[in-house]
């Protein structure tokens, strides 16, 4: 299953709307004969990918896979007849489809005598690589992470504006390793004007990601001809509203599932003060401003207890840097 985890790591960002899901076969000995994942919509689902390269191989094997394989006619055929035609004795899954048109695999499967069982690294899986696909299956718009670096006292930029680099060179190449994982990078005009930021996924290289996210600028006025985001290094949305429901409508229209919210302080505000960031990614610097830009914005709190809570899911290291992860109280 860890294998497959990491096929449907790897698969992120291709996949929208569909999960990214990762795939493993094992022969009748236990070997690992096969590995697939989730190839962009229309394309063949994890399993078909792992059964090719298992070929006569699977039979009386067993299929891994991340999420319950899928019975229905969607763009592509049901999963569940792949791994029967394959003669597969034994399926193990993570995560049950909670897509009703695709759901009811596991039943049809053992139905026709395979050993099915459910479950395994579970949690795992529906925090990590399906996160962001459950969410927007559950609630109907896509996910939303908000990341900031800011100094140790929360300011994004010092008192004249200037903001390069606040965090360590290990904490931005990480950023770059989570933009080439997300569908959508949205950042308001006001920081488009401010910063001209490429809002674009580089490799560990510096050079260009071979997939780049969807750029979305949100704001009402028009973007200054020449800004980086209109280059084509990357498509680019503009969104005329200042709403955070009606960016991530308009998101949703165009199959994004997983955002990454990267400012500024005025957007990351109306975002938070409208309940729509799913969880926030802090890089902060050993280093003190004392005057500057917060990371944050006004997000409709007045006094203390309606401060936003969050539960921290994980603090690690980052090169210098503290990076810290939370998602919403009750989530
Ligand atoms: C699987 N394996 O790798 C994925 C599954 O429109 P379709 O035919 O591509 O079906 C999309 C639905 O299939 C999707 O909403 C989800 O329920 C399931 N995804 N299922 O067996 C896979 N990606
Ligand atoms: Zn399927």
């Not at 957007?267 to 409208?274: E, I, R, S, T």
């Not at 890089?283 to 809570?309: M, Q, W």
Request: glycine share 12%; proline share 7%; hydrophobic share 45%.
């Amino acid at each position: 299953m860890r294998a497959a985890i990491a096929r449907a790591e790897d698969a992120r960002g291709a996949t929208s709307p569909n999960p990214p899901v990762g795939a493993v076969v094992l022969d009748a000995d236990g070997l690992v004969v096969g590995s697939g994942a989730t190839q962009p919509p229309g394309g063949p689902h994890a399993e078909v990918g792992a059964l090719a390269e298992a070929g006569e191989r699977a039979r009386g094997g067993t299929a891994v896979v991340t999420l319950e394989p899928c019975a229905h006619h969607g763009r592509t055929p049901p999963c569940t007849d792949a791994l029967l035609a394959a003669g597969v004795a034994r399926v193990v899954y993570a995560v049950a489809d909670p897509n009703p048109r695709a759901a009811g695999g596991a039943r049809v499967l053992a139905d026709a005598g395979v050993l099915v069982e459910g479950g395994l690294l579970a949690d795992e899986v529906a925090a990590g690589p399906l996160r962001a696909w459950l969410h927007a299956t559950a609630t109907g718009r896509p996910h939303v992470t908000w990341k900031y670096a800011a100094s140790l006292d929360g300011r994004s930029a010092a008192a004249d504006g200037t903001s390069r680099w606040i965090s360590s060179e290990t904490s931005r190449a990480e950023v770059h390793r989570l933009r080439r994982q997300v569908d959508a990078i949205v950042a308001g005009r006001g920081t488009v004007l401010a910063d001209d930021p490429a809002l674009t996924a580089r490799q560990d290289d510096g050079t260009p990601a071979p997939r780049q996210p969807l750029r979305v600028v949100v704001g009402l006025g028009d973007i200054p001809a020449g800004a980086r985001v209109l280059d084509d290094a990357a498509e680019t949305l503009h969104v005329r509203t200042r709403e955070p429901a009606e960016v991530l409508a308009a998101l949703s229209a165009r199959g994004v599932v997983d955002v990454l919210l990267e400012g500024g302080p005025a957007l990351a505000g109306a975002f938070v003060a409208a309940g729509l960031v799913d969880r926030v990614l802090a890089y902060l610097a050993p280093a003190l401003l004392g005057a500057g830009t917060p990371a944050l914005g006004a997000a409709g709190v007045s006094t203390i207890t309606g401060a936003h809570r969050f539960r921290v899911e994980g603090v690690t290291m980052s090169g210098p840097d503290v990076r810290v992860c939370a998602v919403p109280v009750g989530d």
